[in-house]
């Protein structure tokens, strides 16, 4: 069966022709998380794909793969503080995972496949090493298992006080070119700014506690040496902030993975090539 939702606007650079609704779950304790559905219904026994946005994103970046995963369950989270989710009550990425992994218990999704860009890996991550039990299957697009770094602990930091200063759409114009391979950038300013414009309209708050919880995350190679689902590693060969490198080191450590490399991709692949990373996605659902 298909969903028929009523009411939701997908953009003036993101319009594609699928079935779609959003529902705003209310958890226990971790307020109210957006759930964004595509593709067909999910039935007992289904595992649907789960997806989580990268920082400063929400939901809306993976509308450029859904075309492809049509015929599949696909569920687009929005994480606490970005799009219609509520901010959270505490800036950990502990918080983060709970409030998804809630949020899919009260619509009774008990195992699901699990899919993170950057941000969102990390909280993936986070569910793998609280919830492993129930994942089909995860997999970590431009992201990584390690925690922050002294440099990038600066960085964050700097980031803030730009924020708290008033500056935010400085800060989120300052962001997002740098995402994308320089070849990319030039080629397709349109997309640049439809992501710098959907940043900037993320809250100051939600931003902040996003770049609080990155700081403070821990080091998960130990839960990806025992996780017992397969992992799938998505990486661009042009990404400044995830080296090729990692990826490679990183998905040794699994006892199952498979990676796809994206030649000339920076850290935006489900932009840059959303045709490979969607055949990445069924090639390790299937």
């Known amino acids: 069966m298909l969903l028929r939702f009523e009411g939701l606007k997908l953009g003036r650079y993101f319009d594609i022709f699928i079935f779609a609704g959003m529902k705003r779950v209310q958890t226990s304790s971790c307020g109210t998380i957006a759930l964004h559905f595509y593709g067909i219904l999910p ?33 687009a989270a929005d994480l606490p503080g970005f799009g219609a989710s509520d901010l959270p009550s505490a800036a950990d990425i502990s918080y983060y995972a709970e409030a998804v992994v809630q949020a899919l218990d009260t619509l009774g999704v008990t195992r699901f496949y699990l899919m993170g860009h950057s941000l969102g890996g990390y909280v993936a991550l986070e569910i793998l090493a609280g919830h ?11 992201s990584h298992p390690l925690a922050d770094g002294p440099e ?28 994308f391979a320089p070849a990319y950038a030039r080629a397709h300013p349109e997309v640049v700014q439809v992501l710098t414009e959907n940043g900037c309209r993320q809250s ?8 609080q919880a990155m700081m403070g ?32 080191s990183s998905a040794l450590l699994p006892a199952t993975a498979r990676v796809e490399i994206l030649p000339g991709v920076g850290h935006m692949g489900m932009f840059e090539a959303p045709e490979r990373v969607t055949d990445a996605i069924r090639v390790f659902l299937g």
Not at 152 to 178: C, H, N, T, W
Not at 224 to 244: H, K, Q, S, W, Y
């Open 204 to 211: 100051a708050e939600g931003i902040t506690a996003a770049l």
């Open 217 to 248: 995350r821990k080091d998960h190679r130990d839960t990806l040496r025992n996780a017992a689902c397969p992992v799938l590693f998505i990486a661009g060969t042009e990404d400044m902030l995830i080296p090729a490198e990692v990826t490679w």
């Open 132 to 142: 492993g039990d129930r994942l089909a299957g995860m997999g970590l697009v431009h």
């Open 43 to 75: 039935e007992a026994g289904i595992a649907p794909l789960v997806l989580l946005h990268g920082f400063c994103e929400d939901s809306a970046v993976w509308k450029g793969i859904l075309p492809g995963l049509s015929d599949l369950p696909v569920i």
């Open 152 to 179: 990038r602990l600066d960085a964050r930091q700097r980031g803030m006080e730009l924020i708290r200063s008033g500056r935010k759409d400085l800060y989120v114009s300052q962001l997002f070119p740098g995402l």
